[in-house]
């Protein structure tokens, strides 16, 4: 992929937001413990069981605490997943069940408009 597609991915995905709201996915959260789960949506603590699925309507959110593991889904149209992470480091920020690539190769043919904490190496050194 060159990173002038991902700059114009980047620029319709805010135009989106801004003209639409955010939308985002069912969110299901488990526990190895078998037992009931808090999860936070929009700021109210929702009890789940184990296993238990959150579905968000348009433009309501959840909070994912360090621990939470979870898998999204879209159901009945298109989807637009936003996060907003506080370190964005997608080295330490994402542990996956299964081993997963990150983004494909980028063949860079124009300097990105926003960096990962994983593009500082080949950007800012």
């Not at 003209?19 to 789940?48: M, Y």
């Given at each position: 992929?060159?990173?002038?597609?991902?700059?114009?991915?980047?620029?319709?995905?805010?135009?989106?937001?801004?003209?639409?709201g955010q939308i985002l996915p069912?969110?299901?959260?488990?526990?190895?413990?078998?037992?009931?789960?808090?999860?936070?949506?929009?700021?109210?603590?929702?009890?789940?069981?184990?296993?238990?699925?959150?579905?968000?309507?348009?433009?309501?959110?959840?909070?994912?605490?360090?621990?939470?593991?979870?898998?999204?889904?879209?159901?009945?149209?298109?989807?637009?997943?936003?996060?907003?992470?506080?370190?964005?480091?997608?080295?330490?920020?994402?542990?996956?069940?299964?081993?997963?690539?990150?983004?494909?190769?980028?063949?860079?043919?124009?300097?990105?408009?926003?960096?990962?904490?994983?593009?500082?190496?080949?950007?800012?050194?």
């Amino acid at each position: 992929m060159k990173r002038s597609e991902i700059n114009t991915i980047l620029r319709q995905s805010e135009a989106f937001l801004r003209g639409f709201g955010q939308i985002l996915p069912p969110f299901a959260h488990w526990s190895p413990r078998a037992e009931i789960d808090g999860i936070a949506s929009d700021g109210v603590t929702k009890c789940l069981p184990a296993g238990g699925i959150l579905r968000l309507a348009p433009g309501e959110s959840v909070t994912l605490m360090p621990g939470n593991r979870h898998a999204f889904r879209g159901e009945g149209g298109d989807v637009l997943i936003g996060e907003v992470s506080t370190v964005n480091d997608d080295r330490t920020d994402n542990i996956f069940r299964d081993p997963i690539g990150r983004f494909a190769d980028i063949e860079e043919d124009e300097d990105p408009q926003h960096l990962l904490v994983s593009d500082d190496e080949t950007w800012l050194s």
